[in-house]
């Protein structure tokens, strides 16, 4: 996705901070997303890592769905500070604004899907005034990366599948 927006002229290159959805056209973002539930309906051993794979991959067999997060703020920030070179301030600023860009325009776009694809029992449930995509009833692994480093979160996914140790 960030190739295309840079290939498209949507966001300046030179700015090291990830740009929100609101960048692509609606249409664009209903392409690639479909484009991954397709995915996953006709292939198997397929890995995706975007924003909305776990809540597009809803109601399909054979799948595992993972959410990855940190329940810890200042460390997110912090990481957004080291990854990209911004300070402080600018991070904080930048993480909590393209969230809140990105559920905003998921729960508009995706608002029909949510109502049939989430269980009744969790319909209701937001973060905030938007759709909790990342509720972590919604996916059969939640890992936080606060308490868990790569190789933990690694592990914690090859246990869920079966996977023994090499």
Not at 41 to 68: C, H, N, P, T, Y
Not at 81 to 87: E, I, L, M, P, T
Request: hydrophobic residues 35%; glycine residues 4%; proline residues 1%.
């Amino acid at each position: 996705m960030r190739e295309h927006a840079v290939k498209k002229g949507l966001f300046n290159k030179g700015v090291p901070l990830h740009h929100s959805a609101t960048v692509y056209r609606d249409e664009f973002d209903k392409k690639v997303d479909y484009g991954m539930r397709r995915r996953l309906q006709k292939e198997s051993g397929q890995i995706l890592d975007a924003w909305l794979s776990g809540f597009m991959a809803l109601k399909l067999k054979r799948v595992l769905r993972v959410v990855v997060y940190c329940q810890n703020d200042d460390l997110r920030v912090d990481r957004l500070v080291n990854r990209d070179g911004v300070s402080v301030e600018e991070a904080k600023r930048h993480i909590f604004k393209r969230e809140e860009e990105n559920l905003s325009k998921w729960s508009r776009l995706y608002k029909k899907e949510w109502e049939e694809w989430v269980p009744e029992k969790l319909q209701a449930v937001r973060r905030g005034e938007w759709l909790d995509f990342y509720n972590q009833e919604l996916y059969d692994l939640a890992i936080d990366t606060y308490s868990h480093d790569r190789q933990a979160s690694l592990r914690l996914v090859l246990d869920k599948l079966g996977v023994r140790a090499v």
